[in-house]
C-alpha cells in the first residue's frame, strides 16, 4: 500500500498552509501576468499577420468585414488551440528547435480551423487563397521571431543571475552528478543547485559534486526550504529507497514547493520514457513505442506518398538495372532476404542482386568485403553507388519498411549481436528504413568490429527516441547531399 500512496504523490505536493517566500524573483510573482501577455501578444500577431498578409496580395488599406470577421476569429482561435500545444509552459530545458516545432504546427493547426471554419459558413469562395497561404507564412514567420527574440532575452538574463530556479537536490549518486555537470554546462537555463543533502549515514568523505556542497540533511526539511527560498527540490534517488522517498514527501506536506522525482535507471536503456496517468494511477514509462496514434498516422503518410514518388520518377533507371544484372551474370534480378521487421517481425527485404550465385552454410550470413571475389561485374557499382538499395521503396510501398529508420540486419546477424550488444534489439520499435541516422553519420556498410556495431546501435536508439517528421526531413536531405556514393559499402 505503502508504494502505490508514493506513486500518486511523485510529481507536485502542493498546500496552501504556507506562503511561497517573499524575495522569489518578479518573474515568478508575476509568471501567470506574463503568460497572459504573451496569449494576448500571440492572438495580437496572428491577426495582425492576416492585415499585413492582405496588403501584400492587395496593395491596399480598405478591408471588407468578411475580412476583418476572419482576423478576428483567427485570434480566437489561437486562444483556444495555442494552450493544446503547450505554448506557456515553462520550457527551461527545451531546445528553441522544439519550441519554435511547437509553434509552427500550433500556427497551421489555427490556419486549418480557420478553413473549415469558413467551409462550414460557406464562405471560402469570398477568400483569396493566394492571401490565405500569405497569412500562414507571415504568421508563422512572425510568432517564430517573436519566440526566437523572447528565448534569447530569457537566456541572456538567467546567464547573469536573474529569472534563476533555485534547486535542491535529495541525493549524491551518479543521477546527482550527472544532473549538476549537465546544469552548469547549461546556465542558459537558469537552474541554480544551492546544495545536495544526503542522510548521516550516507555521507560521503568528499564534500561537494563539481562546486555544489554536499550537506547533512535537516532535521526540519520544510524550515530549511523555507529559510533557503527553495523553488524546487528534486529527488535523486534509486526507485528502492521508497521509505526515504515517503519521508520527504511527508516532511513537505505542507510546504508548496515543487518536487519531482529523478530516479537512477542508470541500469536501464529507455526508450519514450514518460509519465501517464491510468485509472488515476501515474506510471512511468520506462521503454514504449511512439509510433501510435497521430505520429503513426504521418509517418505512414510519408513513406506511402515519398515511395510512390520515387518508384514512378526512377522506374526507367530500374527497367536499365534490371537489364544490365540479366545480361551480365546468370540468376534472378533481385536478391531476396529474411530481416526483421517493426516489433520483430521478420519479412522479405528486396535488392537488386550483386553477387554470383553461391550456397552459403546454413545459420550463416557472411557480410560483402573488399574486393569480394562474389561480387558480379557491376556487383561492385551497384553497391558503392547504393542503387542495390531501389527495389526497398517497394518494401516501404507494401509496409514492411520506412524511407527513414534503423537499416535491416540479416536475421542470423541480430541473433549474434543481441547478446553482445545492451539494446540491440531495441532497434525493432520503429520500422527499418532505406537510411537513418546512423548511415549519415558514418556508420554504413560493413561492421567488421563489435564497436562499429554497438556505435550503429547507439545512433539507432537516439533516432527512435528523438524521432520527429523534421528529423526525417534533415536525415533524407543529409543523404541526398552527402551521396549515395560510400567508400564503406562494398
Known amino acids: 500500500m505503502k508504494k502505490k500512496i508514493i506513486t500518486n504523490k511523485i510529481t507536485h505536493h502542493t498546500s496552501n498552509t504556507y506562503p511561497r517566500n517573499p524575495q522569489s524573483s518578479i518573474f515568478k510573482k508575476y509568471a501567470g501576468s506574463l503568460s497572459f501577455f504573451m496569449r494576448f501578444i500571440d492572438m495580437a500577431v496572428m491577426a495582425f499577420s492576416g492585415l499585413i498578409a492582405f496588403w501584400i496580395r492587395f496593395g491596399q488599406a480598405s478591408i471588407s468585414s468578411y475580412y476583418l470577421n476572419a482576423f478576428l476569429i483567427a485570434a480566437l482561435l489561437t486562444a483556444l488551440i495555442f494552450p493544446r500545444f503547450d505554448i506557456y509552459s515553462s520550457h527551461r530545458l527545451e531546445n528553441l528547435l522544439s519550441i ?5 504546427l500550433a500556427a497551421i493547426t489555427v490556419m486549418l480551423s480557420l478553413l473549415l471554419v469558413s467551409v462550414i459558413v460557406k464562405t471560402t469562395i469570398i477568400f483569396s487563397r493566394a492571401w490565405m497561404l500569405t497569412w500562414t507564412i507571415t504568421a508563422i514567420i512572425s510568432l517564430c521571431a517573436l519566440r526566437l527574440i523572447t528565448y534569447l532575452i530569457l537566456r541572456w538574463l538567467r546567464r547573469y543571475g536573474l529569472n534563476q530556479k533555485h534547486i535542491v537536490i535529495i541525493g549524491a549518486g551518479q543521477m546527482a ?32 559534486i563539481q562546486g555544489t556542497p554536499i550537506k547533512t540533511m535537516p532535521k526540519n526539511l520544510d524550515a530549511f526550504i523555507q529559510t533557503e527560498t527553495i523553488d524546487e527540490v528534486w529527488i535523486a534517488l534509486p526507485l528502492k529507497n ?126 560483402a568485403t573488399k574486393h569480394d571475389s562474389r561480387l558480379t561485374s557491376i556487383g561492385a557499382f551497384l553497391r558503392r553507388t547504393s542503387l542495390d538499395e531501389l527495389p526497398q521503396f517497394l518494401n516501404v510501398l507494401k509496409g514492411d519498411m520506412s524511407v527513414v529508420g534503423p537499416r535491416p540486419h540479416a536475421v542470423v546477424h541480430n541473433e549474434q549481436y543481441k547478446e553482445l550488444i545492451l539494446g540491440y534489439m531495441q532497434r525493432h520499435r520503429m520500422k527499418p528504413g532505406l537510411t537513418g541516422w546512423a548511415q549519415v553519420n558514418g556508420y554504413r556498410g560493413e561492421t567488421d568490429t563489435l564497436d562499429k556495431m554497438e556505435k550503429r546501435v547507439e545512433y539507432d536508439l537516439y533516432y527512435i527516441e528523438n524521432w520527429s517528421l523534421w528529423l526525417d526531413i534533415k536525415i533524407i536531405f543529409m543523404t541526398l547531399w552527402k551521396g549515395f556514393v560510400n567508400q564503406n559499402a562494398y
Not at 519554435?100 to 509552427?104: S, T, Y
Not at 542558459?188 to 550516507?202: Q, R
Not at 505520429?295 to 537489364?323: N, R
Not at 534480378?333 to 550483386?354: A, C, N, P
Request: aromatic letters at 8%.
Open 177 to 208: 552528478e550527472h544532473l549538476i555537470m549537465r546544469l552548469q554546462q547549461d546556465a542558459w537555463a537558469g537552474f541554480n543547485i544551492k546544495c545536495c543533502l544526503v542522510d548521516e549515514t550516507s555521507l560521503e568523505s568528499r564534500s561537494d
Open 242 to 367: 521508497d521509505d526515504k522517498i515517503q519521508a520527504i514527501l511527508d516532511a513537505l506536506r505542507h510546504n508548496t514547493v515543487n518536487i519531482r522525482l529523478i530516479p537512477e535507471l542508470n541500469y536501464a536503456k529507455l526508450l519514450n520514457h514518460s509519465i501517464i496517468n491510468l485509472w488515476g494511477i501515474s506510471i512511468i514509462n520506462l521503454r514504449t513505442s511512439m509510433m501510435t496514434g497521430a505520429d503513426y498516422l504521418l509517418k505512414w503518410i510519408e513513406d506511402k506518398i515519398f515511395s510512390a514518388g520515387i518508384i514512378i520518377l526512377i522506374s526507367p533507371l530500374l527497367f536499365i538495372i534490371a537489364l544490365a544484372i540479366k545480361f551480365t551474370s546468370k540468376g534472378p534480378i533481385l536478391f531476396k532476404q529474411k530481416r526483421h521487421g517493426w516489433d520483430g517481425r521478420i519479412f522479405t527485404m528486396y535488392k537488386f542482386r550483386t553477387m554470383k550465385l553461391h550456397q552459403e552454410q546454413i545459420g550463416q550470413v557472411t557480410q
Open 100 to 104: 519554435l516545432r511547437r509553434v509552427i
